[in-house]
């Protein structure tokens, strides 16, 4: 017992922390081989070093001990070699990461575009200023955005009640955003002919037709109620608050995240 108290006293702190990272090293070549034909041959080779190992500390032969220290950077260096499926799958592993947090940033991007839509959505909705706000997705609108003013600004609420706001010459026709960016304004959108909605005002006519064709997203505040929709599919979801708003376009909006240009928005 006093020798055991008398080397635990000899040990610092860094000598747990190597004694760690070692056990960290073989940890992830375990890991690593797990359910691999390697996993074998990384045992035997672990195995066949510490013995090796020992037998140098032990044993009073110069020369072996001396053979020993030369073969491990040999064994070192023969590691990348015989374990190369394996470091490969890590590495892949690492890339497997790196697109995790890129796909981190896209969620990020897109939530921001969607807050500010749904903060100008509300707004204007409060002071009952109409408003046609198209998203694209996978379907280009580069016909209907060729019919208006081109923006080319980042998705902010105040530019989207500037935009609408009934004293201004971009108000009175659709804003479309692609890709995180306002591409254009006073864009003249194609109105159904379903007779479901024909008793409806032109924009709500309008954000179905268009998406009677497209997979687009379109949300609507009514300049006579202040009521919000949204359109996709050729179908109108009428009268929903801010918070629907904002479900249903990170919903939809989500699954677009392996198209487009949202990283570089970022």
Not at 18 to 36: K, P, S
Not at 62 to 87: C, D, K, M, T, Y
Not at 245 to 251: E, G, I, N, P, S
Request: charged share 20%.
């Amino acid at each position: 017992m006093p020798d055991v108290l008398w080397v635990l006293s000899h040990v610092a702190w860094y000598d747990v922390v190597d004694i760690l990272l070692v056990t960290t090293v073989f940890y992830l070549l375990f890991t690593l081989a797990q359910g691999t034909q390697a996993v074998q041959l990384l045992r035997g080779m672990v195995l066949v070093i510490l013995a090796l190992f020992l037998m140098s500390q032990v044993l009073p032969f110069r020369g072996f001990s001396w053979l020993i220290r030369s073969a491990l950077p040999a064994l070192l260096i023969a590691i990348p070699v015989i374990f190369q499926p394996e470091l490969r799958r890590a590495l892949e592993r690492l890339g497997r990461t790196g697109r995790l947090l890129a796909r981190r940033q896209l969620e990020e991007a897109v939530e921001r575009v969607v807050n500010e839509v749904v903060r100008a959505a509300g707004r204007l909705s409060s002071v009952h200023h109409g408003a046609l706000i198209v998203l694209e997705r996978e379907t280009g609108l580069q016909d209907f955005v060729d019919t208006g003013v081109a923006i080319n600004a980042d998705v902010k609420t105040e530019l989207l009640q500037t935009i609408f706001h009934p004293n201004t010459a971009l108000h009175d026709k659709a804003t479309i955003i692609r890709d995180g960016r306002i591409v254009a304004a006073s864009c003249m959108l194609p109105a159904t002919d379903n007779p479901e909605y024909r008793g409806m005002g032109t924009r709500h006519r309008a954000a179905v037709g268009l998406t009677e064709g497209s997979d687009a997203l379109v949300v609507v505040v009514s300049e006579e109620t202040g009521a919000i929709s949204i359109a996709h599919n050729g179908r109108l979801m009428r009268r929903i608050d801010a918070s629907r708003l904002r479900q249903v376009l990170l919903a939809f909006l989500e699954h677009r995240l392996g198209g487009g240009d949202w990283t570089e928005r970022v």
